[in-house]
Each structure stands twice: as structure tokens, then as C-alpha cells.
């Protein structure tokens, strides 16, 4: 009785001092940092954005940040930044802290080491490096809808693009990060897949239809609140669609994300204006509905009407797209043809890296240069000045399509 007694009191002491609350499972809320995610901002050169959770409300909540060095006492050099904290309710009756801030003022092609956190409470140290002023060859990986198979089958598929890629800058993905865009315990396990390495590869996400789960008596769709908790992404796209439509700059290759799921018209005028003033030696578009649909009896008419004249016109060199599950990638097109000789065009890729799979979509067949079904993958995608390099990989490592795009 005695020993049960000096364990309450200590408890009893941590609930009246933090405000916190007993979840479902009875377990004491946790004030360790959880979900820490590296996003680029709209200046990866100087800036950082980190994102992360806790179940417990951290005071003073912050990241500290030092250049990297060799031994054991980065605290000596690293500089405080305070974060912003907001509440959310996760479920009927538990509530997570989720916390964001940009690092601003780094220097380019530099790698910092940084921890999230606050005293007592914080991370393991870990690292970005932010982006050249100017152009240098670099790495990214591309995948399609996780989705499906985030404890199964899609953490396999993350340690193999690490091992493929492993000095891979990004990692974008194409939508469908999870299957119920309001859950978040999908949340959770789209971030245990992804483990510490989120920490330390940007990720560049894009809004798929699941993040836009039905809400309300008229099942209307609307943007799941856990998207803009768990990402800090750049708000310069259109009134509304702000981290759901933007671009990114980096190292002389403009990403542009678009959101196939509401605002399109409003999004095709904000993407010509983007484009008109384009000076980047790539253009990267990505989306989650496909402009070409490989998945049997789907198609994006609108999508089409309001996009392609714009890649068209502007030279948009790849669109990369997810939906619908199965692997289909373009010869180079233009007005909807596929081009002939020196003539360039762009290439349209979909693919899917869950353990959902589609039948093919006849539709568009005779524009594919490349179809596959029933097979997990991701994207390596190599940017040098002259050329890209694409690779669509397995979840064992081999190379099931290939292809360049030269300037």
C-alpha cells in the first residue's frame, strides 16, 4: 500500500502542473517529441520548416539548431527558435499538441544538426541540409499513394528508396498519404513508416482525394485539419488553397503542386502566372489526379481542358501523378500527341507505392512509352543541368523503367 501510495502522488502532481489528460488506452499522455517532419519553404537555401507532435502540451516549446560538427556537445554551439503550438482533438476524448516553425537565415549548401523540443523533453539530434544558391545536380525520390499497407508492405518500400537513394534532397508524395484522411492514427502510421528518416529528407506532399475525407450530414468533401497540423509547407498558391497549392524553388528546379481536389479554376490562372515568369532550368509539376488516367474506367476531362494548354505553352517537363494505382508513364507529349524527332514535349508519369493496385486503363494506352500493374514502386529522379534521369524501382531494388529527358 505504501509504495502504491508514493506512485500516485507524483502522477496526481503531473496532471494538476500540465493540464494533461488520460487518453483511451489509460496511458499517461507523453511529452516526447513525436512526427518530426523536415518540409522546404518557398527559399530552401536559407530556410527549414520542422513540424512535430506530442501528446502533452510542452512549455516553451522550440528547436535548437547547430552547424554540424564532430562530438558530443552540439548544445554548446545551437541556437534557440520558439515554435508555435496548437491543440487538436485526435479523438472523442484525447487531444496532441502539434507544433511548427521555419529556421530562417541559414546558410545555402550547408548541413545543420537540430532537436525539437523543450527542457527535459527533447528529440535525438538529427540533420538537413538546405539547398545551393544556384544549380547543382541532385536527387529525388517520387512516390505514389502510400494509402494502403502503411504497417505491411510500405515500410519496406521507404528503407529501399533510402537504399537506392540514399543522398536523395526530397522525397515527394503524390498523394493518398493516407486511406481516411480524418484519422489519425493513419497519421501515425504514415510517420512510423517513414521513422526517423522523415527527420532528416525533406518531404514534399501533395493533397490527394483521401486527405479529403466526406464531413457532415451533407457529406461534403473538406481538407482534413491533420494536414496543415502535420505539414508546414509554403502559402504562396491561391486565397484558400494555401499548403495545398504552391511552389517550391530548388536549385534551379521549380516544383509546383497542384490540388486535383477543389479551386481548379482558380488554380489554372494562379499557374499561368507562376509559369509566365519561370526562369528555372526544370519545371516539375505534380498532382494527384492523373491528366492521362491509367486506372480502368477513370478519367480527368477538366483536369485536361484547364492544365495542358499551360504545360503546353510553358514547356513543363514531367508531371508526376498518383490515384490510380498502377504504373503508367508517357512518351513525350504535346497537344495531346506524342511529338516526333528533336521536338520536346512533356512526359507524364503515375504511380502508387501502397499495396492497393488498379486494372489498366485502355484509354490512353497507345501514349504510354511504359505500363505496369500490380507492383510497388517509387521514383529516382536525377536532375543534372543538361538532363534527367528517371528510375521507376521495386520494392527489391530492381529497375523496371528507365528513360531520360535532355535540354
Not at 177 to 203: C, H, L, P, T, Y
Request: a negative charge.
Amino acid at each position: 500500500m505504501t509504495k502504491k501510495k508514493y506512485i500516485l502522488i507524483p502522477i496526481f502532481l503531473y496532471f494538476v502542473l500540465t493540464g494533461a489528460t488520460v487518453g483511451e488506452t489509460g496511458e499517461i499522455p507523453s511529452l516526447h517529441p513525436e512526427r518530426i517532419i523536415l518540409n522546404l519553404t518557398q527559399n530552401p537555401a536559407h530556410e527549414q520548416a520542422i513540424t512535430w507532435m506530442t501528446e502533452a502540451k510542452l512549455e516553451k516549446p522550440a528547436v535548437e539548431v547547430a552547424r554540424s560538427r564532430n562530438g558530443v556537445d552540439l548544445e554548446s554551439y545551437s541556437w534557440n527558435i520558439p515554435a508555435e503550438s496548437e491543440p487538436a482533438g485526435i479523438s472523442d476524448s484525447e487531444t496532441a499538441w502539434f507544433y511548427s516553425t521555419v529556421i530562417r537565415s541559414l546558410d545555402p549548401e550547408t548541413t545543420y544538426n537540430y532537436r525539437v523540443g523543450s527542457e527535459n523533453n527533447w528529440s535525438e539530434w538529427s540533420s538537413f541540409t538546405t539547398a545551393g544558391d544556384s544549380f547543382e545536380p541532385f536527387t529525388l525520390v517520387y512516390m505514389g499513394d502510400p494509402q494502403v499497407g502503411l504497417q505491411t508492405y510500405v515500410p519496406r518500400l521507404f528503407r529501399q528508396a533510402l537504399r537506392s537513394a540514399p543522398d536523395a534532397r526530397i522525397w515527394l508524395f503524390c498523394g493518398d498519404q493516407v486511406n481516411v484522411g480524418d484519422s489519425d492514427k493513419e497519421f501515425g502510421e504514415f510517420f512510423a513508416a517513414g521513422s526517423w528518416m522523415f527527420r532528416s529528407i525533406n518531404i514534399l506532399p501533395v493533397a490527394g482525394n483521401h486527405e479529403y475525407p466526406r464531413a457532415g450530414l451533407l457529406l461534403a468533401r473538406a481538407l482534413t485539419p491533420l494536414w496543415r497540423l502535420h505539414y508546414t509547407l509554403p502559402e504562396n498558391g491561391p486565397a484558400g488553397l494555401e499548403e495545398t497549392c504552391y511552389f517550391v524553388d530548388y536549385q534551379e528546379v521549380k516544383f509546383i503542386v497542384l490540388n486535383g481536389s477543389e479551386k481548379l479554376e482558380a488554380q489554372r490562372d494562379w499557374l499561368e502566372t507562376v509559369l509566365r515568369s519561370n526562369t528555372a532550368i526544370w519545371t516539375i509539376v505534380a498532382i494527384h489526379q492523373p491528366i492521362y488516367s491509367t486506372g480502368n474506367k477513370r478519367d480527368n476531362p477538366e483536369l485536361q481542358e484547364l492544365f495542358l494548354p499551360l504545360f503546353d505553352r510553358y514547356g513543363v517537363d514531367l508531371v508526376l501523378q498518383g490515384h490510380d494505382h498502377t504504373y503508367g508513364r508517357t512518351y513525350p507529349l504535346k497537344e495531346g500527341k506524342i511529338v516526333s524527332g528533336e521536338a520536346r514535349g512533356t512526359v507524364y508519369v503515375v504511380s502508387s507505392s501502397g499495396e492497393k493496385f488498379y486494372t489498366q486503363n485502355p484509354l490512353y494506352l497507345e501514349l504510354m512509352a511504359k505500363t505496369v500493374l500490380d507492383t510497388q514502386l517509387f521514383q529516382v529522379i536525377s536532375f543534372e543541368k543538361n538532363v534527367i534521369h528517371f528510375k521507376a524501382v521495386t520494392a527489391t531494388g530492381g529497375v523496371i523503367d528507365e528513360f531520360t529527358v535532355r535540354k
